[in-house]
């Protein structure tokens, strides 16, 4: 059985960088084909992919966020790891992390996180 | 915007079809068969529907269908239930390298009247 859930903070000031983990079960990021992805939805508004990081330390970014994003990995523990730099309101959204199940889809995906940002 | 176009919103009294259109570009949806459906409930993560154009997971009601022609992908929904009430959200790979690796519709509201 696959899980995922998303942790980290519920409220970041302007500027700030965020940090949240996606503890998973049910599979390994070790085990060729698999890889974990991040998604985010604002308020009342649509999914909007942000990374994913596959087996083998490949990584692939939303190239309109690149330069703010950094996803990594710890194997050993079931985790990853995404990181936005310099936080504006707008990026107040519900983050999701989620399975890859196959080529290009999310097959398994945690509760979500609700993040604001907020002075 | 989304790089992904769907109707706002549809509707449809139980028992009858109802379908979402998801138009797309020729180097997304037009371009590749990996085209997916997420249904989406309040509050709720959204739960794979449907994955490369047509294709069901384990578990899915086979009331759910999807197809493509050219760059638009469709989602039917057969003898609507009340709980078929959601978000539905098309995605699809790109290779266009200013929109990434996966690519999401703006999202289309069923209600079941």
């Known amino acids: 059985q696959i899980t995922l859930k998303e942790s980290g903070p519920t409220l970041v000031k302007p500027t700030q960088t965020l940090t949240l983990t996606c503890t998973f079960s049910?599979?390994?990021?070790?085990?060729?084909?698999?890889?974990v992805g991040w998604i985010r939805q604002p308020p009342g508004k649509a999914l909007e992919w942000l990374a994913l990081?596959?087996?083998?330390?490949?990584?692939r970014y939303s190239p309109s966020l690149k330069s703010r994003l950094t996803i990594t990995k710890d194997t050993s523990k079931n985790q990853v790891v995404l990181t936005m730099t310099n936080m504006d309101p707008v990026d107040t959204a519900t983050y999701y992390c989620?399975?890859?199940?196959?080529?290009?889809?999310?097959?398994?995906w945690g509760q979500g996180t609700l993040v604001t940002v907020s002075s | 915007q989304s790089a992904l176009t769907q109707p706002a919103s549809v509707s449809g009294s139980p028992g009858q079809s109802i379908t979402i259109s998801c138009t797309g570009t020729s180097s997304d949806v037009g371009g590749y068969n990996y085209v997916s459906w997420y249904q989406q409930h309040p509050g709720k993560a959204p739960k794979l529907m449907i994955y490369e154009v047509s294709n069901r997971p384990s578990g899915v009601s086979n009331r759910f269908s999807g197809s493509k022609s050219g760059n638009t992908a469709s989602l039917t929904i057969s003898g609507l239930q009340a709980e078929d009430e959601a978000d539905y959200y098309c995605s699809s790979y790109t290779s266009s390298s200013t929109l990434g690796y996966v690519v999401f519709g703006g999202g289309t509201k069923l209600t079941v009247l």
């Open positions: 049910g599979f390994s990021l070790s085990t060729s084909g698999v890889g």
């Open positions: 990081i596959y087996w083998d330390d490949d990584k």
């Open positions: 989620a399975h890859r199940g196959g080529i290009h889809v999310f097959d398994y």
